[in-house]
């Protein structure tokens, strides 16, 4: 089977633009997780979507959304970009159901760089 | 906030078995254990999780004590591929995974 895969792998933007990251999960997997890692803050959750919906959201601003596709693929967008948005964007996709078919495998990262 | 407590860091000599000890003194009934790892700048990698018994897979072992308060994981035979960042997370099924520091490993030939 082939991996999480995302698009594209390296970016710069410059602040005030918009950028949307594209994931591709795993054949199959209907879950789909965003993170941000950045030095200072460590890998930190976005959100997840699961059949299309928002099922879990973590603490940013409204500048990051997200959307999941009918095919399970997702995006994610962050509006009017700030130099603190530059940082790796993981993506991570599951089965969802049971502990042993909800692990989470992620993909290689987007790095986003803003100037 | 991080449920685990882990070394920020750890070596190991190459062929030797790696322990990465993970304390989670707090842990629910209902709360899984799970290892990730992480190479510079790759996405995290999944190694192993368990509940209650101890797991062994192509990977790794995790050895969790009886009343769960903290866990072992074990690379048998650590190489020079195994430098990572180790991530131990406590975790209920389908909530997202919390990463705290971890530890990192460094495997000296």
């Known amino acids: 089977k082939a991996g999480v895969t995302q698009t594209p792998r390296y970016l710069i933007k410059t602040r005030g633009q918009q950028v949307t990251l594209s994931c591709s999960p795993i054949s199959g997997h209907r879950s789909v997780s965003w993170y941000q890692q950045t030095p200072g803050q460590g890998l930190q959750f976005l959100f997840e979507y699961f059949s299309e919906t928002q099922r879990n959201k973590g603490n940013f601003p409204g500048r990051f959304s997200g959307r999941q596709f009918s095919n399970s693929r997702s995006e994610m967008n962050v509006s009017t970009l700030e130099l603190g948005d530059s940082a790796l964007y993981l993506c991570?996709?599951?089965?969802?159901?049971?502990?042993?078919?909800?692990?989470?495998?992620f993909g290689p990262g987007t790095r986003l760089t803003v100037l | 906030d991080a449920k685990t407590t882990q070394p920020p860091s750890m070596d190991c000599a190459e062929g030797r078995a790696a322990n990465l000890p993970c304390n989670h003194s707090t842990i629910s009934g209902n709360e899984y254990v799970y290892w990730y790892r992480q190479i510079h700048s790759q996405g995290p990698q999944y190694i192993i999780h368990?509940?209650?018994n101890n797991e062994t897979n192509e990977m790794a072992s995790l050895i969790i004590t009886e009343d769960r308060k903290s866990s072992t994981l074990i690379l048998p035979h650590a190489t020079l591929r195994d430098t990572a960042v180790y991530y131990c997370i406590v975790r209920v099924e389908n909530t997202p995974l919390v990463f705290g520091k971890g530890t990192r490993l460094s495997v000296i030939a």
């Open positions: 991570a996709s599951s089965s969802h159901g049971t502990a042993s078919t909800d692990t989470q495998y």
């Open positions: 368990g509940l209650k």
